[in-house]
């Protein structure tokens, strides 16, 4: 494949050479950028007046920032680059400015003459290849100002030293295909009057007209693999929170709760059942739909299962939930393991109202609400 000739593909691979260095990333001959870290660009940075290209690489392997593309919603979450205990702007590769100056931009209402093009690329884990992730426009349709640029706090080293970083959310536009030729107009500063340029990208840039790239996910069962995490280290955040409660399951519940409401950020009140008087519903609630004096409650049941990450929750488990909805409920399962393969099989086959929060869900939502795990750690001990 001639890299400096191709057009980019989303989910196509490009991969470079086989040495071992720095020589084997594919951006520099993809696009002409260096191959320096995660803000990669053609044009004078920090300006989105003087910036022609940003390429915006992950890993997704940064436990402490974890970037995320949810590919059923287009949007794409990515960490700033001051990882480190400085000014939030202090970056030696201005890329926290770049994001500042993007989503200025975003949220003014006059149309461009020029902007910025924004290619997004993932890590394969295959010596420095790259996926394409997508075309990308800062923001989103339904966040404001104060929600799709954010600076969060962390803290570093023995003294927990504080310091901030951004974390942002880009929309990847509904464009399967970047063409050579809008790139190469690109490099030669006709972005906007290209006639190569996507019009779902030229719609965003004129009226801030967004197009998501949106691609539900077709498996609907998920396998025992899919509900269990991967990565070492989320193995050890899973295994922290299952042998904090698996002496006191009462607990998890109250913790099962605040899971339940990172998940779902709409849930109103929520009161834990009395041990005694349990009826297949360790808590109940209410789940907000709309806003405003528009808004309906819909009430739910909530069963938590602290069990060993390797035990399934089966039928009889899912069944006790299942018996105790009313009329117009819908049910929270949250578990530190997976709903075995039967009782999903049964869900989905009848089309059971209830949310499955298994053991990947509980690791992926405390990574990306609470922090590293450290932060998941003191978190825990609120229950």
């Known amino acids: ?56 690489k992950s890993n997704f392997n940064d436990s402490d920032w974890p970037d995320h ?17 400085r000014e939030i702007h202090d ?58 640029l954010v600076a969060i706090w962390r803290a570093k080293g023995s003294d927990n030293q504080r310091f901030q970083n951004y974390k942002s959310i880009f929309t990847v536009l509904n464009v399967p295909l970047v063409s050579r030729k809008w790139i190469d107009d690109i490099k030669d500063g006709r972005t906007v009057n290209s006639p190569h340029a996507p019009k779902i990208w030229l719609d965003w840039v004129n009226s801030r007209k967004f197009t998501p790239l949106y691609a539900p996910h077709s498996l609907e069962i998920r396998s025992k693999e899919q509900q269990l995490p991967e990565k070492t280290e989320d193995l050890k955040i899973l295994e922290s929170i299952y ?11 109250y913790c099962a709760v605040a899971i339940a409401r990172l998940m779902m950020p709409a849930i109103g009140s929520c009161e834990i059942t009395r041990p005694w008087r349990d009826g297949g519903r360790d ?27 390797g035990s ?11 018996s105790r909805l009313r009329h117009r409920q819908f049910g929270v399962m949250v578990t530190t393991s997976y709903l075995a393969p039967q009782a999903y099989t049964e869900l989905k086959d009848d089309n059971h109202p209830v949310v499955i ?18 932060a998941i750690t003191k978190w825990l001990s609120n229950f």
């Not at 929060?357 to 450290?374: F, M, N, P, Q, Y």
């Open 243 to 253: 042998r904090k409660f698996k002496e006191n399951p009462v607990r998890f519940e």
């Open 1 to 56: 494949m001639n890299l400096s000739k191709t057009d980019l593909i989303v989910d196509q691979v490009y991969g470079g050479s086989r040495e071992g260095n720095a020589s084997d990333d594919p951006l520099p001959k993809l696009l002409g950028v260096d191959s320096g870290a995660g803000f990669r660009h053609l044009g004078k940075r920090p300006e989105i007046e003087t910036l022609k290209l940003l390429a915006l």
């Open 91 to 148: 970056t030696p590769r201005k890329g926290n400015l770049i994001l500042r100056n993007l989503f200025d931009a975003r949220h003014t209402s006059t149309s461009f003459d020029h902007f910025p093009v924004i290619l997004l690329f993932g890590g394969t884990g295959q010596y420095r290849d790259v996926r394409f992730l997508g075309l990308a426009v800062p923001g989103a349709q339904n966040l404001g100002p104060d929600e799709d």
């Open 357 to 374: 929060i298994s053991a990947a869900d509980i690791v992926k939502i405390l990574k990306e609400k609470v922090g590293s795990h450290l």
């Open 283 to 309: 808590a109940i609630g209410s789940y907000k739909i709309g806003v405003g004096p528009s808004a309906i409650e819909v009430d739910f049941a909530l069963e938590a299962k602290c069990y060993k990450p």
């Open 69 to 85: 593309l949810d590919t059923e919603s287009g949007l794409f979450t990515y960490f700033g680059d001051n990882k480190s205990v």
């Open 312 to 322: 399934g929750v089966g039928v009889k488990e899912l069944s006790r939930l299942l």
